[in-house]
């Protein structure tokens, strides 16, 4: 997974994490069995995490958010919390570590 360089690319990255999120919460819709405790304790988690990224996505947008101050996402410690349950955590840790370390040019 590519390292986002610009502002622009991280914006995408995010966008890119909601839309897998919200993928993985149509098909519990579609598909989900409330006696399935195995996803359900997750829809929370998922619910969760979309609602912070688009926080995020808003707040880079109005200028609230430095990136590269070496902090970790807010929201970081719920998905380490349920990596194992999180199909594409390779999103997750790309947004993190530019959050973390800053744009490389």
Known sequence: MMTPRTQD???DLVEQAIFEIEDV?????????PEDNAFSDILPVFEKLSSDLKKLHADILQGKHAIGQG??????????????????????????????????T
């Open 9 to 11: 690319e991280y914006l």
């Open 25 to 33: 919460l149509m098909c519990a819709e579609d598909e989900g069995d």
């Open 71 to 104: 902090e970790d996402l807010p929201f970081m410690s719920l998905v380490s919390a349920w990596k194992e349950r999180i199909p594409f955590l390779d999103l997750f840790a790309a947004l993190n570590y530019t959050y973390k370390t800053g744009f490389q």
